[in-house]
């Protein structure tokens, strides 16, 4: 009873954020707008946060499961990836490694 | 179902060895795409079978996005106190990720569609794929790039903080969430309760703040670099 519970606040919220994405026109992700919307929901105290627990607490820790269907769709991208090596080794680990310095050492010396 | 099966087996094995062998490069995830791959490829079986017995597990990111308000909501009282640097990192973070891996992948010869699965990659995979497919790039592809940058701090973070001197578990989490999402914050709560807390922070909100800052930046970048 207390994933259904969870599970259907999830959907709602999920459904309520597509149909705002959809009506806006706006250019984020329908989930997101839903994920915002329980967290405005839990915060003002609306619903119980006992009542969303469940559900949460599931597709969380299962999560990284979720991604292996869209993974997989790799296997059609093999030649654009072998094909583009460098700049996406290069971009990705150069970025990482500024923004993981600059956003290190600031917030480093903010709580000194 | 039979690829419903194998996914299935695969990624809980994979994740059962990932406890005894407690090294970052041993990620379900990863572990479970190099597994299927080859395999699929091997006995000459299309993308889009296998997918098409999967996608009630695809069905289930979208709730699974909206289920991330949760540990947001459990850190309101961190976020009430240092909001202000929470916030300042957060947006500094997310635009610093989009503008030097969009711009570095742009100037090395990478097409549009490329930059645009390049340009998330510093948010947890579910919103990176989101975010991807909204500017014009290739979920999949998203999702690799979301894994190399999450190797990156899982791997090297703890080491580069020790080499630069960075103590302070609300820089040091911070930092592992703007940069290297849901991976970074599994080996930061590993490390110390407290990094892992500010580091789930830094999770969701550096991905509301890309998902809401990618449409917009994404076109200028392009004109800026190409």
């Known amino acids: ?112 | 179902m039979i690829w419903l099966a194998a996914t299935l087996v695969i990624f809980y094995l994979a994740r059962y060895i990932s406890k005894y062998i407690q090294h970052p490069v041993v990620n379900p995830l990863l572990i479970c795409l190099l597994i299927i791959i080859p395999l699929l490829i091997w006995l000459n079986v299309p993308y889009e079978t296998y997918f098409e017995q999967n996608k009630w597990l695809n069905y289930l990111l979208e709730p699974a996005v909206v289920a991330l308000a949760f540990p947001l909501y459990e850190q309101l009282s961190q976020i009430r106190q240092k909001w202000k640097i929470i916030f300042t990192a957060c947006l500094t973070g997310s635009v610093l990720s989009m503008v030097t891996g969009a711009g570095i992948a742009l100037s090395l010869g990478a097409d549009p569609q490329l930059t645009a699965s390049i340009l998330p990659k510093s948010v947890t995979t579910p919103i990176a794929m989101a975010v991807s497919e909204q500017i014009g790039g290739v979920p999949a592809i998203a999702a690799i790039m979301v894994i190399i940058a999450g190797l990156f701090g899982a791997v090297l973070g703890y080491p580069l903080f020790r080499l630069v001197g960075i103590e302070a578990p609300i820089a040091k989490g911070l930092t592992m969430g703007t940069v290297s999402h849901a991976l970074g914050t599994a080996k930061a709560a590993e490390e110390n309760y407290q990094d892992g807390a500010f580091s789930s922070l830094a999770l969701v909100i550096c991905g509301v703040m890309t998902s809401l800052l990618a449409p917009a930046l994404f076109p200028l970048i392009l004109k800026i670099f190409s």
């Not at chain 1, 706006?26 to 967290?39: Q, R, T, V």
């Open chain 1, 1 to 112: 009873m207390a994933y259904l519970r969870s599970f259907s606040i999830i959907l709602v919220c999920l459904f309520i954020g597509k149909a705002i994405q959809h009506v806006t026109q706006l250019a984020i992700p329908g989930s997101i707008i839903g994920m915002l919307l329980l967290f405005v929901v839990l915060s003002m105290g609306l619903i119980p946060a006992c009542w969303a627990k469940e559900s949460c607490h599931l597709l969380i820790r299962h999560m990284a499961l979720l991604f292996v269907p869209v993974g997989v769709g790799l296997m059609n991208y093999l030649d654009l990836l072998s094909a583009n090596t460098l700049p996406i080794l290069l971009s990705t680990i150069g970025s990482s490694l500024i923004v993981f310095l600059v956003i290190g050492v600031a917030t480093h010396y903010k709580e000194k």
